[in-house]
Nanobody
Framework: QVQLVESGGGLVQPGGSLRLSCAAS????????MGWYRQAPGSEREFVAL???????NYANSVKGRFTISRDNAKNTVYLQMASLKVEDTAVYYC????????WGQGTQVTVSS
């Protein structure tokens, strides 16, 4: 079992920045990929970014060039640095970990509004 706890969400103006963190515990030694998904009101959950244990990254086209995912394997923590935020980035952001199965965090709200 893997437990994921996100932090760092909040309210930010368009063009601003936020950094999300997700700390893994439990059987975190077996984690392969970690990443972020988001779900806006009335929409399905969508992929945002992913990073493998070897540091290979993948991004959704909508965030490429604005968001950066990174990972500290020693701390079992994944980060999402978000810059040039847009109103359409408003969503609940969920941390994801692949460890023989998929695990999800509880989500953290990101609101981009003036």
């Amino acid at each position: 079992q893997v437990q994921l706890v996100e932090s760092g969400g909040g309210l930010v103006q368009p063009g601003g920045s936020l950094r999300l963190s997700c700390a893994a515990s439990g059987s975190s030694f077996s984690i392969n990929a970690m990443g972020w998904y988001r779900q806006a009101p009335g929409s399905e959950r969508e992929f945002v970014a992913l990073i493998t244990s070897g540091g290979i990254t993948n991004y959704a086209n909508s965030v490429k060039g604005r968001f950066t995912i990174s990972r500290d394997n020693a701390k079992n923590t994944v980060y999402l640095q978000m810059a040039s935020l847009k109103v359409e980035d408003t969503a609940v952001y969920y941390c994801y970990a692949n460890s023989g199965g998929g695990y999800w965090g509880q989500g953290t709200q990101v609101t981009v509004s003036s």
